[in-house]
């Protein structure tokens, strides 16, 4: 399934979520964007504000440093983000291997179909994966696998 944000007036940063896993210390997403758009930097700045908010409505206040207290930042969210422009098929499917395996990778569960914050299972309602895919054996991660984190 694809999520796509409405194109009408005011409905403005529209983008395709093609791939997704959130994890309890970062979160992977492939998405694509309309053409001629490369502006991650705002897309990622809404995103993080609008869960920072909802934390911090909900939550006792987080502890901060006092760099992070200074700019009003809290301390949910890393201040970077690594992006990449993917190349061509055999690159975006190598990407949403790596999302879906990450909760594996990282010891959270056993198989991917294991992880329910993930877009795993939509991809196996569409065919694309088995569901036990990266249960038993680690896929072939590409050698850029692992070194954004």
């Known amino acids: 399934m694809r999520y796509r944000r409405a194109k009408i ?42 869960f920072t908010k909802s934390i911090v409505r909900s939550r006792e206040p987080l502890a901060r440093s006092a760099s992070r207290a200074a700019k009003g930042e809290q301390p949910i969210w890393q201040r970077r983000f690594w992006e990449h422009a993917i ?14 395996y990450n909760p594996v990778r990282h010891g959270l569960v056993s198989a991917a179909l294991d992880w329910p914050h993930s877009s795993f299972a939509e991809w196996v309602e569409r065919g694309a994966y088995e569901p036990h895919w990266g249960s038993s054996d680690m896929p072939a991660m590409p050698e850029w696998a692992g070194r954004h984190e």
Not at 9 to 17: P, S
Not at 21 to 50: C, Q, Y
Not at 87 to 100: L, N, P
């Open 9 to 50: 007036a005011g409905a403005t940063y529209f983008f395709d979520v093609d791939a997704y896993v959130i994890l309890p210390d970062h979160i992977h997403m492939l998405w694509t964007l309309p053409d001629g758009d490369a502006n991650f930097s705002t897309r990622w700045r809404l995103i993080k504000e609008a």
């Open 87 to 100: 190349r061509d098929e055999a690159d975006f499917a190598a990407h949403v291997d790596y999302i879906h």
